[in-house]
């Protein structure tokens, strides 16, 4: 890309180094018919980040990501990546933008090494300089060996590893990758967390897009939780998991109204902080690593109920998505 | 987090981005044609199947029948008739195979184009260059066809090539083609598409004067009125003008008409193709 600009004889499209990588300005959607999917959204992704955008489905983060990589169109706000003005010129924009969406986009009709190979000519390079850097690239995601064969013979990983040397093919300030592990087996999502932390390591901004609250804590720098188009909370794990102020997380289920167990645990577990409903269970958050779990069978007993489960755990990603939202992150 | 300062510099909406720009252009033209090299089949299946078979049972067995196409119309006639009419069906096929049907299945069940969508060219370019493509793919079509429909009829069809109107026509004729796939490829979709290769191909193919002249019809008058509709209609015309002999329709109407055509196809093609990219 840099070399690409300094061609060109006209100033540099990249915004200077101290400038954010992305930023968002009261960024909404209301698709036509009314649903509206991103609500006044304001977030900025620092260079060399990796901002996990983590929300259950439905929650806004597809919409947003295509606002911001130009395949959506804003119904407000604005946004900027690198610098650049996605809505005012998208064209110019997608120059720093790679994207590797939910679904495998490969071109079918062409091979590996030449879906890398016409991606870096689709963005200006020419095709001796596409063809050098798609090799390298190749061997960087290790495809050497598959650089001749048809995308279609790939299995998921390797796909997905594909999609990502696509995305990165052309140098972009941001990469930006939807729910990336989605279906791939556990081998394959290892080899694929490397691969994004490597280029994280190597300086790389990505945006990560994710209902997976183990791939947040594992790969992001910082969190930014989202639900019905708005942001909840920002911060590195640690914080947010600070911020819900309790050591120990008790799920709870009794053969009783979990309402009623839930008020019965919060005015008696001793440290309790919050008590939410959650299906046939409560969660409880408890300040303290004292004896919990005595406590919340002792409150129990006094109130003659029978527990079916109890279950004492730390703070986690999904912990205070429950405490900002009173709901699952995980699908059922 | 809301305080957002806008960024430092403005930087001006360019047509293409700095450099690049035609290189990219022309790397989706070499995409689509090295998928055309990789795979010749498919090139020679939908170039050269349909109006061999045309010729051959037109110009060759039913001639050898006695039949013919009409009984007043020699075997030479019927062969000169069908030579501009095989290059209006062999254009009209690129422009369905190359660009619509490639664009339906990109657009319906892989979403391939996608990435091709996210390449730094205004997305109206992206469309542009896949018409560019399904010309040149119908120019080289009608190439191959020609000798074919040449050589196959039983008599030779008469020749008389005016070069100046070839060479302004054909280009023209795919482009107005092309733009027809890129139309069908953005509105029809994978459920639909079987509706659409039997309700517009079919009647565009049989009803576009590319087995008959269009004067021929003046003995049934409202055929004739409805053929003027069918774009078809006017690159087999175009050509009958071009290469043969033959009467045909004024080329103050042809030119005109078809450049309609192109230019109306081409802007309805692009805006469904920004749509089904960009929500």
Same mark, same amino acid.
Not at chain 1, 307 to 326: A, K, M, N, S, Y
């Given at each position: 890309m840099q070399s690409l600009v300094q061609h060109s004889g006209r100033p540099p499209v990249t915004a200077p180094p101290d400038e954010a990588a992305v930023r968002t300005d009261g960024l909404a959607k209301t698709y036509p018919g009314g649903v509206a999917a991103v609500r006044g959204l304001g977030l900025t992704v620092r260079r060399g980040e990796v901002l996990a955008l983590l929300g259950p489905n439905g929650a806004g983060k597809?919409?947003?990501?295509?606002?911001?990589?130009?395949?959506?169109?804003?119904?407000?706000?604005?946004?900027w990546v690198a610098g650049v003005d996605v809505v005012a010129h998208p064209a110019l924009a997608r120059r720093n933008i790679g994207v590797v969406p939910q679904h495998n986009t490969l071109d079918r009709s062409l091979n590996v090494r030449e879906n890398l190979a016409f991606h870096g000519r689709f963005f200006g390079m020419r095709a001796a300089r596409a063809r050098s850097e798609a090799d390298a690239l190749l061997e960087r995601v290790a495809l050497t060996q598959a650089a001749g064969r048809p995308v279609a013979e790939l299995s998921g990983g390797m796909a997905q590893r594909l999609m990502i040397a696509r995305a990165i093919m052309h140098h972009p300030a941001v990469l930006f990758l939807d729910e990336p592990t989605a279906g791939l087996?556990?081998?394959?999502?290892?080899?694929?967390?490397?691969?994004?932390?490597?280029?994280?390591?190597?300086?790389?901004?990505?945006?990560?897009?994710?209902?997976?609250?183990?791939?947040?804590d594992q790969l992001a720098d910082r969190v930014a939780i989202i639900d019905r188009g708005r942001l909840l909370a920002l911060g590195t794990p640690d914080e947010l998991k600070r911020s819900v102020a309790a050591d120990t997380v008790v799920k709870v289920? /009794? @053969?009783?109204?979990?309402? !009623? $167990?839930?008020?019965?645990?919060?005015? *008696?577990?001793?440290?309790?902080?919050?008590?939410?409903?959650?299906?046939d269970a409560v969660i409880l958050t408890v300040r303290g690593n004292g004896a919990v779990f005595?406590?919340?069978?002792?409150? /129990? @007993?006094?109130?003659?109920? !029978? $527990?079916?489960?109890?279950?004492?755990? *730390?703070?986690?990603?999904?912990?205070?998505?429950?405490?900002?939202?009173?709901?699952?992150?995980?699908?059922? | 987090m809301s305080t957002v300062t806008a960024p430092r510099q403005a930087v001006p909406a360019p047509i293409l981005p700095p450099g690049g720009g035609w290189v990219g252009f022309a790397a989706l033209l070499a995409r689509d044609l090295t998928v055309l090299r990789k795979r010749p089949g498919d090139f020679i299946g939908r170039t050269i199947i349909q109006?061999?078979?045309?010729?051959?049972?037109?110009?060759?067995?039913?001639?050898?029948?006695?039949?013919?196409?009409?009984?007043?119309?020699?075997?030479?006639?019927?062969?000169?008739?069908?030579?501009?009419?095989?290059?209006?069906?062999?254009?009209?096929?690129?422009?369905?195979?190359?660009?619509?049907?490639?664009?339906?299945?990109?657009?319906?069940?892989?979403?391939?184009?996608?990435?091709?969508?996210?390449?730094?060219?205004?997305?109206?370019?992206?469309?542009?260059?896949?018409?560019?493509?399904?010309?040149?793919?119908?120019?080289?079509?009608?190439?191959?066809?020609?000798?074919?429909?040449?050589?196959?009829?039983?008599?030779?069809?008469?020749?008389?090539?005016?070069?100046a109107m070839l060479l302004t026509l054909a280009p023209l004729?795919?482009?107005?083609?092309?733009?027809?796939?890129?139309?069908?490829?953005?509105?029809?979709?994978?459920?639909?598409?079987?509706?659409?290769?039997?309700?517009?191909?079919?009647?565009?193919?049989?009803?576009?004067?590319?087995?008959?002249?269009?004067?021929?019809l003046g003995t049934i008058p409202w055929v004739q009125a409805l053929s003027l509709a069918n774009p078809l209609t006017y690159v087999s015309e175009g050509f009958r003008a071009a290469v043969t002999p033959a009467a045909h329709l004024s080329l103050l109407v042809i030119y005109p008409v078809l450049a309609g055509f192109t230019g109306l196809l081409l802007w309805q093609g692009i805006r469904h193709f920004q749509r089904r990219i960009v929500s």
């Open positions: 597809s919409t947003t990501v295509g606002m911001l990589t130009t395949s959506v169109v804003p119904t407000a706000g604005r946004a087996d556990p081998q394959s999502r290892i080899a694929l967390h490397d691969l994004v932390r490597e280029l994280n390591a190597s300086g790389q901004t990505i945006l990560l897009i994710t209902h997976d609250m183990e791939e947040t289920v /009794a @053969e009783t109204d979990p309402a !009623a $167990l839930a008020a019965l645990l919060r005015a *008696e577990v001793p440290g309790a902080r919050d008590a939410h409903v959650l299906d005595p406590d919340v069978a002792a409150a /129990a @007993e006094r109130a003659r109920l !029978a $527990l079916r489960d109890v279950r004492v755990d *730390e703070p986690t990603l999904e912990t205070v998505f429950i405490t900002l939202t009173g709901k699952e992150l995980r699908e059922r | 109006p061999l078979l045309f010729v051959f049972v037109l110009g060759y067995v039913t001639p050898k029948l006695g039949q013919g196409l009409s009984l007043s119309a020699s075997a030479n006639q019927v062969a000169t008739t069908l030579l501009a009419g095989m290059l209006a069906v062999v254009i009209l096929f690129q422009g369905i195979f190359a660009v619509g049907m490639p664009l339906i299945q990109e657009f319906g069940y892989t979403r391939e184009i996608e990435d091709r969508a996210l390449s730094p060219l205004p997305v109206a370019l992206v469309a542009f260059a896949k018409v560019i493509a399904g010309t040149m793919q119908g120019l080289l079509a009608a190439l191959v066809v020609f000798p074919l429909a040449f050589f196959v009829p039983s008599s030779r069809p008469d020749i008389d090539i005016h070069w004729a795919a482009l107005m083609c092309s733009s027809l796939g890129l139309f069908i490829g953005t509105v029809f979709d994978p459920r639909t598409v079987t509706a659409m290769a039997a309700i517009i191909l079919t009647p565009l193919m049989f009803l576009g004067c590319t087995l008959y002249p269009w004067r021929t």
